[in-house]
Nanobody, 125 residues
Framework: VQLQASGGGLVQAGTSLQLSCAAS????????VAWFRQALGKDREFVAA????????YYADFVKGRFTISRDNAKDAAFLQMNSLKPEDTAIYYC???????????????????WGQGTQVTVSS
Protein backbone atom coordinates (compact mmCIF):
# COMPACT_ATOMS: atom_id res chain seq x y z
CA VAL A 1 0.00 0.00 0.00
CA GLN A 2 1.39 3.36 -0.96
CA LEU A 3 0.30 6.97 -1.26
CA GLN A 4 2.88 9.14 -2.96
CA ALA A 5 2.44 12.89 -2.59
CA SER A 6 4.29 15.20 -4.94
CA GLY A 7 4.22 18.68 -6.41
CA GLY A 8 5.44 20.75 -3.51
CA GLY A 9 8.05 23.44 -3.81
CA LEU A 10 9.14 26.97 -2.99
CA VAL A 11 6.85 29.64 -4.43
CA GLN A 12 6.03 33.28 -3.88
CA ALA A 13 2.88 34.48 -2.20
CA GLY A 14 -0.03 34.85 -4.58
CA THR A 15 1.06 32.07 -6.89
CA SER A 16 -0.26 28.53 -7.37
CA LEU A 17 0.80 24.93 -6.95
CA GLN A 18 -0.87 21.64 -7.70
CA LEU A 19 -0.17 18.70 -5.44
CA SER A 20 -0.69 15.15 -6.62
CA CYS A 21 -1.27 11.95 -4.68
CA ALA A 22 -0.66 8.66 -6.46
CA ALA A 23 -2.15 5.54 -4.88
CA SER A 24 -1.17 1.91 -5.27
CA UNK A 25 -1.71 -1.38 -3.51
CA UNK A 26 -5.37 -0.89 -2.60
CA UNK A 27 -8.70 -0.21 -4.29
CA UNK A 28 -8.42 3.55 -4.41
CA UNK A 29 -11.90 4.18 -5.78
CA UNK A 30 -13.43 2.74 -2.60
CA UNK A 31 -11.70 5.23 -0.34
CA UNK A 32 -12.35 8.79 0.64
CA VAL A 33 -9.27 10.97 0.28
CA ALA A 34 -8.09 13.96 2.22
CA TRP A 35 -5.22 16.38 2.39
CA PHE A 36 -3.78 17.44 5.70
CA ARG A 37 -0.89 19.75 6.46
CA GLN A 38 1.56 20.22 9.26
CA ALA A 39 3.53 23.36 9.80
CA LEU A 40 6.72 23.35 11.82
CA GLY A 41 5.91 23.06 15.50
CA LYS A 42 2.18 22.69 14.95
CA ASP A 43 -0.31 19.83 14.87
CA ARG A 44 -1.38 18.20 11.65
CA GLU A 45 -4.55 19.88 10.42
CA PHE A 46 -7.27 19.05 7.97
CA VAL A 47 -7.23 20.87 4.64
CA ALA A 48 -9.73 19.21 2.29
CA ALA A 49 -11.47 15.91 1.63
CA UNK A 50 -13.38 14.25 -1.17
CA UNK A 51 -15.63 11.21 -1.07
CA UNK A 52 -14.90 8.05 -3.00
CA UNK A 53 -16.97 9.08 -6.01
CA UNK A 54 -16.15 12.77 -5.78
CA UNK A 55 -19.73 13.86 -5.12
CA UNK A 56 -19.02 15.49 -1.77
CA UNK A 57 -16.16 17.79 -1.00
CA TYR A 58 -15.17 19.44 2.25
CA TYR A 59 -12.73 22.22 3.02
CA ALA A 60 -11.19 23.81 6.05
CA ASP A 61 -12.40 27.38 6.39
CA PHE A 62 -8.93 28.80 5.85
CA VAL A 63 -8.68 27.39 2.30
CA LYS A 64 -12.19 27.90 1.00
CA GLY A 65 -12.14 29.70 -2.31
CA ARG A 66 -8.41 29.18 -2.77
CA PHE A 67 -7.86 25.40 -2.82
CA THR A 68 -9.64 22.76 -4.87
CA ILE A 69 -9.50 19.03 -4.19
CA SER A 70 -10.23 16.54 -6.96
CA ARG A 71 -9.60 12.93 -7.86
CA ASP A 72 -9.29 10.68 -10.90
CA ASN A 73 -10.23 7.14 -9.97
CA ALA A 74 -9.20 5.86 -13.38
CA LYS A 75 -5.65 6.97 -12.58
CA ASP A 76 -5.73 6.16 -8.85
CA ALA A 77 -4.84 9.75 -8.11
CA ALA A 78 -6.00 12.76 -6.14
CA PHE A 79 -5.04 16.38 -6.47
CA LEU A 80 -4.98 19.60 -4.53
CA GLN A 81 -4.93 22.77 -6.59
CA MET A 82 -3.71 25.62 -4.42
CA ASN A 83 -4.20 29.18 -5.62
CA SER A 84 -3.46 32.54 -4.02
CA LEU A 85 -0.94 30.94 -1.71
CA LYS A 86 0.00 32.73 1.49
CA PRO A 87 3.08 32.41 3.69
CA GLU A 88 0.89 30.79 6.34
CA ASP A 89 0.21 27.94 3.92
CA THR A 90 3.81 26.84 4.40
CA ALA A 91 3.75 23.25 5.67
CA ILE A 92 4.28 19.65 4.77
CA TYR A 93 1.18 18.45 2.92
CA TYR A 94 0.02 14.88 3.32
CA CYS A 95 -2.58 12.90 1.44
CA UNK A 96 -4.55 10.24 3.26
CA UNK A 97 -7.20 7.65 2.43
CA UNK A 98 -10.04 6.28 4.54
CA UNK A 99 -12.36 3.38 3.81
CA UNK A 100 -14.88 4.41 6.47
CA UNK A 101 -15.46 7.99 5.54
CA UNK A 102 -18.22 10.24 6.83
CA UNK A 103 -18.84 13.91 7.31
CA UNK A 104 -18.74 13.74 11.09
CA UNK A 105 -15.22 12.36 11.31
CA UNK A 106 -13.39 13.17 8.09
CA UNK A 107 -11.56 16.12 9.65
CA UNK A 108 -9.86 13.87 12.17
CA UNK A 109 -6.47 12.48 11.21
CA UNK A 110 -7.26 9.33 13.17
CA UNK A 111 -9.97 8.30 10.72
CA UNK A 112 -7.53 7.61 7.90
CA UNK A 113 -6.11 4.21 7.07
CA UNK A 114 -3.27 5.14 4.78
CA TRP A 115 -0.92 8.13 4.60
CA GLY A 116 1.52 9.45 2.09
CA GLN A 117 4.98 10.64 3.05
CA GLY A 118 4.25 14.33 2.58
CA THR A 119 5.47 17.04 0.25
CA GLN A 120 6.91 20.35 1.42
CA VAL A 121 5.22 23.57 0.37
CA THR A 122 7.02 26.80 1.21
CA VAL A 123 5.47 30.15 0.39
CA SER A 124 7.67 33.21 0.58
CA SER A 125 6.34 36.70 1.16
Amino acid sequence: VQLQASGGGLVQAGTSLQLSCAASGFIFRNYGVAWFRQALGKDREFVAAITWGGRSIYYADFVKGRFTISRDNAKDAAFLQMNSLKPEDTAIYYCAAALQFNEATLRSRYEYDYWGQGTQVTVSS
